[in-house]
């Protein structure tokens, strides 16, 4: 069963969150291993030695990069295996 998210709108959705704060991302590891993971994309939370660069990295479609902010390194989920995602609203409408 793909996940909700795993739509055009969803993933757009997703990204945007993610590029303004912190998001906690439930999914299913490829070995079947339940992981919660606490991530973002939003330049401000990424040490600046851990800032993404152009590796020439060709992306992915079924899956994301993101910065886990607990293990301060970059990891990826596939967008077919989330199950939950848990974010603060923002006070700013």
Same mark, same amino acid.
């Given at each position: 069963?793909?996940?909700?998210? @795993?739509?055009?709108? #969803? !993933?757009?959705?997703?990204? #945007?969150?993610? +590029?303004?704060? $912190?998001?906690?991302?439930? &999914?299913?590891?490829? @070995? #079947?291993?339940? +992981?919660?993971?606490?991530?973002?994309?939003?330049?401000?939370?990424?040490?600046? $030695?851990?800032?993404?660069?152009?590796? #020439?990295?060709?992306? /992915?479609?079924?899956?994301? %990069?993101?910065? @886990?902010?607990?293990? /301060? %390194?970059? !990891?990826?989920? !596939?967008? @077919?295996?989330?199950?939950?995602?848990? &974010?603060?609203?923002?006070?700013? &409408?």
């Amino acid at each position: 069963m793909a996940s909700e998210i @795993d739509t055009k709108e #969803g !993933r757009e959705w997703l990204k #945007g969150l993610l +590029r303004e704060q $912190e998001v906690t991302v439930f &999914f299913t590891k490829k @070995d #079947g291993t339940e +992981r919660e993971m606490r991530c973002t994309l939003a330049e401000n939370k990424i040490p600046s $030695e851990k800032s993404p660069t152009n590796s #020439g990295k060709k992306q /992915s479609e079924d899956a994301l %990069a993101v910065f @886990d902010v607990v293990k /301060s %390194a970059w !990891r990826s989920f !596939r967008w @077919d295996s989330v199950k939950k995602i848990e &974010f603060e609203l923002s006070k700013k &409408f």
